[in-house]
């Protein structure tokens, strides 16, 4: 493919109405936003139901879509919703922010009613639906039916028949939990009902969307649950070692995530069987498919279960290259984006190289001590075709903030790099921007933070944190001309320009036209 660019925005950060981004007209309308920008790329991040830190990395299924993403307005037009009942209820005053503890205590119950109205059991595209998916959709709407009924507990707090799986147990939660288990059902239908058809209006006008696929999937999790085989679990199910990241600049006790880990033995034995449903999963859902934390398929860092931080932890060897040859003899070539952050070996390297996807190349690591990399890798000039260039990342500050936490000197070599002494700090994201969308990556990602120069109260993630993650929001007033402008022109000069884009947008006006 060609140049090109995008923007990086999650679903939830969209201006929609109800307390948080969803699947409604602020959804297509940031779609029209980013064609008329000359964009070709949405990056939208997981789609994965949150769990406790609201984080799409900590998910109750790496399979079922976000139930917060259903958009409460396409149900009012079905019928099901009264615009009254939605307008009553509380989901926050702040738009620029998302309040998790409201949406959780208003957007349920206001699902429910609509569950409780449809009549879905009657509706052939939903039995299809329920039919095609019960590969992974049986177990996720019997677990997600159990953690209500079990108060929210995780599931391996659960009495041990149903923790453990045994076969009356399920078949009694089975008949008792039908109706919870047929409402998780609902929910998934509406939600791929509705992101389908979202994803369906960006590819008719030119803008392909970048999914995202995390490593881990979260301890409480319907995937760990039922499928405790293919994790590092002692005989009670209980992880024997965890996921996280050792030690480094940003952070002197490492990053504990706490995600089990995969016994990678056992899935080589399958073929990799549930990886390839996984990945299959994903092609299908997105036009490209970002692989989170790919480092760790060469090797993962590998922490003692009950540890306080990553400190005691130690690398072990993944599946390496095996896995990505396994999924394109039985997937065949899809578009991925390799996540090679953090330290980087010359056997992570390698990985890359043989498994042909682009890497991520991020500009703040060039110029910031903290960094364990090598800095020269993200020196723009040092970016071979077949990468990807971000400004910056979810995890990252954003560039003014950025700007703003680094040394005199680091700042210095920045300004020298982009040969710019004279810009304001507060306008020099924008030369940064420049510098990202001028190298020779192939694609280069701009978070939308990056794009409106906000500051770090604004930042979407700081690792291993919770309490004030995965909340920010862009309004309406933010999405300007003026910056939509600013977009189009960089992305012209640096020959990055979506022309598809561009000339469905002209077919369209004059179809229009000859119309009038």
């Known amino acids: 493919m060609s140049r090109s660019a995008g923007v990086l925005l999650s679903i939830t950060s969209l201006p929609s109405k109800y307390g948080i981004g969803c699947f409604d007209k602020a959804a297509y309308d940031f779609v029209d936003y980013l064609r008329d920008a000359g964009q070709t790329f949405w990056q939208i991040l997981p789609l994965c139901p949150t769990s406790y830190g609201d984080s799409p990395y900590q998910s109750f299924s790496t399979f079922a879509g976000n139930p917060y993403f259903i958009s409460l307005d396409k149900l009012i037009e079905e019928g099901v919703l009264t615009r009254e009942e939605c307008d009553s209820c509380d989901f926050g005053s702040d738009a620029q922010d998302i309040d ?41 709407a019997l ?33 008792e939990l039908y109706f919870d288990i047929e409402f998780q059902q609902y929910l998934q239908f509406k939600f791929s009902q509705q992101y389908r058809a979202l994803k369906a209006y960006a590819n008719a006008n030119g803008v392909k969307i970048i999914g995202d696929i995390p490593i881990y999937v979260a301890m409480d999790s319907a995937d760990t649950w039922a499928h405790p085989e293919l994790f ?20 002197a006790d490492g990053q504990l995530w706490g995600n089990p880990l995969y016994r990678w033995d056992y899935h080589k034995q399958t073929g990799y069987s549930w990886w390839m449903s996984r990945l299959w999963y994903c092609y299908q859902l997105y036009d490209v498919t970002r692989i989170d934390h790919f480092r760790g398929f060469d090797e993962y860092f590998s922490i003692p279960a009950g540890s306080e931080n990553a400190k005691t932890g130690h690398w072990e060897k993944g599946p390496g290259i095996d896995l990505f040859r396994c999924a394109q003899w039985n997937l065949g070539w899809h578009e991925v984006i390799a996540e090679d952050l953090g330290y980087v070996t010359d056997t992570v390297r390698q990985l890359v190289r043989e498994s042909g996807f682009p890497g991520m190349k991020v500009l703040e690591f060039a110029f910031d001590s903290r960094d364990s990399g090598s800095a020269n890798d993200y020196l723009p000039h040092n970016y071979v075709e077949n990468s990807v260039a971000y400004t910056g990342t979810h995890d990252n500050e954003t560039v003014s903030g950025w700007l703003d936490s680094i040394t005199e000197e680091e700042l210095e070599m920045a300004r020298r790099y982009l040969y710019d002494m004279n810009t304001p700090k507060e306008e020099l994201y924008k030369p940064f921007i420049a510098a990202a969308m001028r190298s020779n990556a192939k694609y280069c990602i701009v978070p939308m933070q990056d794009w409106l120069g906000l500051d770090n109260s604004c930042r979407m993630n700081k690792p291993s944190t919770i309490g004030a993650n995965w909340r920010w929001r862009v309004t309406k007033q933010q999405l300007t001309k003026e910056l939509l402008k600013d977009m189009l022109d960089m992305t012209k000069c640096y020959g990055r320009m979506n022309w598809e884009a561009y000339h469905l947008l002209k077919k369209q006006e004059e179809n229009k036209h000859e119309e009038v």
């Open 100 to 140: 998790y503890e409201k949406l959780y205590n208003v957007r349920y119950p206001l699902l429910r009613k609509a569950y409780e109205r449809a009549d879905i059991s009657r509706d052939s595209e939903y039995q299809r639906f329920v039919s095609e998916n019960s590969w992974w959709l049986a177990d996720y």
């Open 143 to 175: 677990f997600m039916a159990l953690k209500n009924f079990f108060g929210g507990k995780c599931w391996y707090e659960w009495p041990e028949d149903i923790r453990l799986r045994w076969g009356y147990a399920l078949d009694y939660y089975r008949r």
């Open 232 to 251: 590092q679990l002692d005989g009670n199910n209980m992880p024997t070692a965890v996921a996280g990241c050792p030690p480094d600049g940003f952070s």
